[in-house]
C-alpha cells in the first residue's frame, strides 16, 4: 500500500484557471505538509496541518488554500494559475515530535504532481 | 531556523565509501539532524536523523560532533543506485517539523 498518494501526478492548465491535488496518507499520522519545489530543485515548505489546524503557514501567496477534510487527507487549491506556479508539488506527512531526545519525526514524501501553467 | 550549508555535488566510484558533510553552525538546543534522500521524479526519503554522537541504521551513519556545529552523513560502499540529491536539515519537532531543505549536495556514482 502507498503511504502518501497524490492525484494527478500530472496537470496541465492555463493561467487563470483555479485548481486541486489531492493527497491522501494512510500512516495515521498526525501532521501533513504541503512542499513547492520549483526548477533549481529547491523545496520550499508552503503548510503543514496539525489535526486540521493549520500550524505552519509560511510566506504564500492566498491564492493557495490548503484544505483537510479529516486527518488522512491534506487537498491543495490553487486559484487564479499564474506561470511561475509551474512546479512540483510535494505531500508528506509525519508524526506530530514531543520535543527532546527520542522518538521518529522523519517526514513520508508523496510521489508529487507536476504542475504545468501555460 | 539553523541554515545548513552543504557541498553541491560530490562525485564517487561503486564501492567507495562517501562521506557529504553539512555545517549548521547556528544550531539550537532542541534541534535534530537530518538527512533526506531524493531520485529523480520522486518524493524525498528519510536517511537517518540524530541529536549528538553517531547514530547507525542499515543505509548509513550519522556522525555527530559535541559542539552539533556540523554533521557528516556516511554511505558505506555506494552502488550506482546511491546517485541521487542528499538534503540535511536541522530543526525541532515541536508541535510539526518547521523544515527547509537546503539545495542539497548532488552526488554522483560512476562505474
Known amino acids: 500500500d502507498t503511504a502518501v498518494s497524490q492525484t494527478p501526478k500530472y496537470l496541465v492548465t492555463q493561467m487563470g484557471n483555479d485548481k486541486s491535488i489531492k493527497c491522501e496518507q494512510n500512516l495515521g499520522h498526525d501532521t501533513m505538509y504541503w512542499y513547492k519545489q520549483d526548477s533549481k530543485k529547491f523545496l520550499k515548505i508552503m503548510f503543514s496541518y496539525n489535526n486540521k489546524e493549520l500550524i505552519i503557514n509560511e510566506t504564500v501567496p492566498n491564492r493557495f488554500s490548503p484544505k483537510s477534510p479529516d486527518k488522512a487527507h491534506l487537498n491543495l487549491h490553487i486559484n487564479s494559475l499564474e506561470l511561475g506556479d509551474s512546479a512540483v508539488y510535494f505531500c508528506?506527512?509525519?508524526?506530530?515530535?514531543?520535543?527532546?531526545?527520542?522518538?521518529?519525526?522523519?517526514?513520508?514524501f508523496g510521489p508529487g504532481t507536476r504542475l504545468t501553467v501555460t | 531556523l539553523a541554515k545548513t550549508t552543504q557541498p553541491i555535488s560530490m562525485d564517487s566510484y561503486e564501492g567507495q565509501e562517501v562521506n557529504i558533510t553539512c555545517s549548521h553552525n547556528?544550531?539550537?538546543?532542541?534541534?535534530?539532524i537530518t538527512w533526506y534522500q531524493q531520485f529523480p521524479s520522486q518524493g524525498p526519503r528519510f536517511i537517518i536523523q540524530?541529536?549528538?554522537t553517531k547514530v547507525t541504521n542499515e543505509v548509513a551513519s550519522l556522525f555527530i560532533p559535541a559542539d552539533r556545529k556540523s554533521s557528516t552523513l556516511s554511505l558505506p560502499r555506494v552502488s550506482l543506485s546511491d546517485t541521487a540529491v542528499y538534503y540535511c536539515?536541522?530543526?525541532?519537532?515541536?508541535?510539526?517539523?518547521?523544515?527547509?531543505f537546503g539545495a542539497g549536495t548532488r552526488l554522483f556514482v560512476k562505474a
Open positions: 536539515l536541522v530543526g525541532d519537532n515541536t508541535g510539526g517539523f518547521k523544515t527547509i
Open positions: 508528506a506527512s509525519s508524526a506530530v515530535g514531543t520535543g527532546g531526545a527520542g522518538g521518529s519525526y522523519e517526514q513520508y
Open positions: 547556528n544550531i539550537a538546543t532542541n534541534d535534530y
Open positions: 540524530g541529536y549528538k
